[in-house]
């Protein structure tokens, strides 16, 4: 099997997962995705992203909070 049906790049990976690159890499870091650097790109095996893809939920951020006051001067 080549290398090219077997791993994808940070970028297709986000793709998939409803990330940004950055993201993708961070979750490497972190180790909760497998991945190699090579050559200055980070080769993702295509297995471990397609089964991360059925259960990962992307964070949007931080919920909104709402404010305490409105106007300047309440306290």
Do not use: F, H
């Not at 939920?57 to 106007?71: A, I, M």
């Amino acid at each position: 099997m080549p290398i090219k049906d077997s791993y994808i790049s940070s970028s297709e990976a986000a793709v998939i997962l409803g990330l940004r690159p950055y993201g993708i890499q961070k979750l490497i870091k972190r180790g909760r995705l497998p991945g190699e650097k090579i050559a200055n790109r980070w080769l993702i095996p295509r297995a471990a992203v397609e089964e991360m893809a059925r259960t990962y939920q992307p964070k949007v951020g931080r919920p909104r909070q709402q404010r305490q006051c409105t106007k300047r001067g309440e306290a």
